[in-house]
């Protein structure tokens, strides 16, 4: 399985303050993505990445930017926090037998 | 984007086989068949994927239909730890590699 990590697992923000979520791999992966899942919904995408410095938007994008200067860390962040952010965000990889890994998971709730 | 139906909820017995369906109408040629599934506050775990070919592995096996309009999830045995949302998710080889979470089915499993 491939090593990955995020950080923090939970995080409590207020309403307009900037946010940085942290995901780490450990084994190079060229696809990485984040995440959301609301209660009762399966996850959306928000944004993926293909490789460094390449990313794209997913379905709910708005509010959300994302950075991956090394193959090794996709970071996703909230520009201004709202409480429509309130989640549990995940992260994903690809991995090299095609199927994908996910985080365990930050739980975000911004009040 | 090609879309899965599944049941909302199913419910087996503990050691007996369970049979999860998916339909999945408008599948394109392209379009691998995934499955995952969560556990109750964990990230989605990997079972199994295919793409025409029926697919075992360890954890379960995976049977596709001869037009590849619906596919079953096959659980052997179910434990009382199989208990999860599972999900059937096409993965479109030409969107970025991304999975497309729909509602999944919850599997509830009786002692």
């Given at each position: 399985?491939?090593?990955?990590?995020?950080?923090?697992r939970h995080k409590?923000?207020?309403?307009?303050?900037?946010?940085?979520?942290?995901c780490h791999q450990t084994e190079n992966h060229r696809y990485m993505y984040w995440y959301r899942q609301d209660p009762g919904h399966g996850l959306r995408l928000i944004h993926y990445s293909y490789g460094v410095k390449d990313t794209d938007k997913g379905e709910v994008s708005d509010?959300?930017?994302?950075?991956?200067?090394?193959?090794?860390?996709?970071?996703?962040?909230l520009e201004s926090a709202t409480s429509s952010q309130t989640s549990v965000y995940f992260c994903a990889i690809r991995d090299i037998q095609d199927g994908y890994t996910f985080g365990s998971g930050t739980r975000l709730t911004v009040v | 984007d090609a879309k899965t139906t599944q049941p909302n909820s199913m419910e087996s017995n503990e050691e007996e086989p369970v049979h999860l369906p998916c339909n999945h109408s408008t599948i394109s040629g392209t379009d691998y068949i995934h499955w995952y599934r969560q556990l109750?506050?964990?990230g989605p775990e990997y079972v199994i994927h295919g793409l025409t070919s029926?697919?075992?592995?360890?954890?379960?096996?995976?049977?596709?239909?001869?037009?590849?309009?619906?596919?079953?999830?096959?659980?052997?045995?179910?434990?009382?730890?199989?208990?999860?949302?599972?999900?059937?998710?096409l993965r479109d080889n030409n969107a970025g590699n991304m999975l497309t979470f729909g509602g999944g089915t919850r599997l509830m499993v009786k002692p």
């Open positions: 399985d491939a090593g990955i990590t995020q950080s923090p409590v923000t207020e309403t307009g303050t900037p946010v940085t979520l942290r509010g959300y930017s994302v950075s991956r200067s090394k193959t090794e860390d996709f970071l996703l962040t | 109750p506050s964990q029926n697919v075992n592995n360890r954890m379960a096996s995976l049977a596709i239909a001869e037009d590849r309009k619906s596919s079953t999830l096959i659980l052997h045995r179910a434990t009382l730890r199989d208990a999860a949302v599972y999900y059937c998710i």
